[in-house]
Every structure is written in C-alpha cells, then in structure tokens.
Nanobody
Framework: VQLQASGGGLVQAGASLRLSCVAS????????LAWFRQVQGQEREFVAV????????IYADSVKGRFTISRDNAKNTVYLQMDSLKPEDAALYYC???????????????????WGQGTLVTVSS
C-alpha cells in the first residue's frame, strides 16, 4: 500500500483546511485509517482514526469537535477536515493505514504498517 497525503498549507488561526490521503495497492476498504501529526523534536501524536466500516471514529481530545475524519472507499481516500485551527495544530501531518490493528491500539503509531509522506500545516496567530 502506498499513501500520498496532500492539502497542507499556511493558514491563519480560525481558518480551515482539508487534508487528503490517497491510497493505492491493497484493498483500501478493509483498512483502518488514521492521521497523526508531528512537530520537530517531538513524538508523533495521534489525531484521528476511522475503522474500515466508517462507523467508528476516534479523536484526540485536543482536536475533538474541530476535526472530522472521513473516508471515501470508492476513491481510496481518507480525509481530515480541520476547522477552527489553532497555532498549536501546526505540524507535519501523516496518514497511516493498517489491516490488522485492534481497536485498543489505534492511537499507537508503532502499530501501523503503512505511512504517507506527510503534509505540512502551518497556522499563524
């Protein structure tokens, strides 16, 4: 599976961005898909995850109510709609996929087999 993330950019605080991650290769619809973010010098941080059925979505407390994860299996794409952006949301955002991850482990970056290259989000105050 290859993942290609896009949609990052420079925005002002309070603005919105939508990140996209297109997958190719193995059957996308059966994968658990997630977004993580990382600031230089810090550990990769869980942001959101959506299970293969789309029925289970989990968010980090820091983004709950502002970010929305969704997927379009017909387009092999997972999205992260980010609203009311804050300066502390600035990071390199990565999409990740895994076909065997259990629900209790979805927040752990070491549990994902496939990663995109990252897309940079910068938020000015």
């Amino acid at each position: 599976v290859q993942l290609q993330a896009s949609g990052g950019g420079l925005v002002q605080a309070g603005a919105s961005l939508r990140l996209s991650c297109v997958a190719s290769g193995r059957k996308f619809s059966s994968a658990t898909l997630a977004w993580f973010r990382q600031v230089q010098g810090q550990e990769r941080e869980f942001v959101a995850v959506i299970r293969s059925s789309g029925g289970t979505r989990i968010y980090a407390d820091s983004v709950k109510g502002r970010f929305t994860i969704s997927r379009d299996n017909a387009k092999n794409t997972v999205y992260l709609q980010m609203d009311s952006l804050k300066p502390e949301d600035a990071a390199l955002y990565y999409c990740a996929a895994d076909f065997h991850i259990i629900l209790s482990s979805v927040r752990r970056p070491d549990q994902y087999d496939y990663w995109g290259q990252g897309t940079l989000v910068t938020v000015s105050s």
